[in-house]
């Protein structure tokens, strides 16, 4: 079983709608979770950071951590066609190892 | 204020020659981070360094594998006698101090295509 589980999709969503992408996790010393965006053959670009749990909203981004269930949500409103990309869930444990741990990533495309 | 710095961006290789590659860390940065991606899968994490120090090398392959990161000039991950299997692209990435310590930043990557 991997430590993050993230579905591959593809996710097809038209313009506009709300989008929501989730990743699950095993690792209870997990403490940081990001979000990261990456377009075809480019470098991921971190979208959102979070400590613990809550709510971080930024613009049309809002993540969202749950440690007790062992999820984490990345929610995108009024979606566009730029917004059209594969999203990475990645966290990191609290301490000197501070390698992330990346799901495998869900492959986003919004519709005109 | 530039970001991660990789080079180069694409690199071709014939099965048992030397790849090196490049990492120059956002200013200011002393924290690098290696990864690889292979095809359809998430990025991996190899090896963790600061200036003249290896922290973390728990996910780089015992064997043809190494990193550095000298006191003066970027991070290179060097990978002898490469294999087909090696055909990755590779991502470095960089943090800081402080609070968000924990937050990287990634280069565009190289693009290690062996043949």
């Known amino acids: 079983q991997k430590e993050v589980e993230q579905d591959p999709g593809p996710l097809s969503v038209p313009e506009g709608a709300i989008v929501s992408l989730n990743c699950t996790y095993s690792?209870?010393?997990?403490?940081?979770f990001m979000w990261y965006r990456q377009y075809s053959r480019k470098g991921p670009e971190l979208l959102m950071y979070?400590?613990?749990?809550g709510n971080k909203e930024d613009g049309r981004f809002t993540a969202q951590v749950d440690k007790s269930s062992k999820y984490i949500s990345l929610f995108i409103r009024d979606s566009q066609p730029s917004d059209s990309a594969t999203y990475l869930c990645?966290?990191?444990?609290?301490?000197?190892?501070?390698?992330?741990?990346f799901g495998s990533g869900t492959r986003l495309q919004v519709q005109p | 204020n530039a970001g991660v710095m990789q080079n180069p961006r694409h690199l071709v290789r014939r099965r048992g020659q030397e790849a090196r590659l490049r990492c120059s860390p956002m200013?200011?940065?002393?924290?690098v981070y290696w990864y690889r991606q292979l095809p359809e899968e998430g990025l991996k994490f190899m090896v963790y360094?600061?200036?003249?120090?290896?922290?973390?090398e728990s996910g780089m392959p015992k064997e043809r594998f190494s990193a550095e990161f000298p006191k003066e000039g970027p991070s290179i991950l060097r990978i002898q006698q490469v294999v087909r299997g090696d055909s990755a692209a590779y991502f470095c990435?960089?943090?800081?101090?402080?609070?968000?310590?924990?937050?990287?930043?990634f280069g565009p990557g190289t693009r290690l295509l062996v043949l």
């Open positions: 360094l600061q200036k003249e120090n290896i922290i973390d």
């Open positions: 990645a966290m990191s444990a609290r301490g000197g190892r501070r390698a992330l741990t």
């Open positions: 979070t400590y613990s749990s």
């Open positions: 690792n209870s010393a997990f403490q940081y």
């Open positions: 200013k200011g940065h002393s924290h």
């Open positions: 990435a960089s943090s800081g101090t402080g609070d968000h310590q924990e937050t990287q930043y």
